[in-house]
């Protein structure tokens, strides 16, 4: 009986955020937690986060992302659930906050 090798995947990606209307409001204190908040979800979920920088108007990141989830859901999971942690953290917005952030597509 032939032994089976182990499996071995490579799935990296650079993802390209972008606030709405190409804001440029990512600067200082909201650079550095939205940070923060990607790098503490990209844990919960099991994404590494290899590479990120934040422009002023736009955010860098290279994911590895593990195969069993998809890149869209990933980034929906990223953009929906930071929108939520940058609005009550650095907007002391607890409820009824617009996604003012992010525009709804992505670039891989």
């Given at each position: 009986?032939?032994?089976?090798?182990?499996?071995?995947?490579?799935?990296?990606?650079h993802?390209?955020?972008?606030?709405?209307?190409?804001?440029?409001?990512?600067?200082?204190?909201?650079?550095?937690q939205?940070g923060?908040?990607?790098?503490q979800?990209?844990?919960?979920?099991?994404?590494?986060?290899?590479?990120?920088h934040?422009?002023?108007?736009?955010?860098?990141?290279?994911?590895?992302?593990?195969?069993?989830?998809?890149?869209?859901?990933?980034?929906?999971?990223?953009?929906g659930?930071?929108a939520?942690?940058?609005?009550?953290?650095?907007?002391?917005?607890?409820k009824g906050?617009?996604?003012?952030?992010?525009?709804?597509?992505?670039?891989?």
């Amino acid at each position: 009986m032939a032994e089976l090798s182990p499996l071995r995947w490579e799935c990296k990606y650079h993802l390209v955020f972008v606030p709405k209307y190409r804001r440029k409001v990512l600067y200082g204190r909201t650079r550095r937690q939205i940070g923060k908040i990607l790098q503490q979800l990209c844990r919960q979920k099991g994404v590494e986060l290899i590479e990120g920088h934040a422009m002023p108007d736009h955010i860098h990141m290279v994911l590895r992302i593990p195969p069993k989830f998809s890149v869209a859901m990933v980034v929906g999971y990223l953009k929906g659930k930071s929108a939520i942690q940058i609005h009550r953290q650095l907007f002391g917005v607890k409820k009824g906050f617009t996604k003012t952030l992010s525009v709804p597509g992505y670039c891989v």
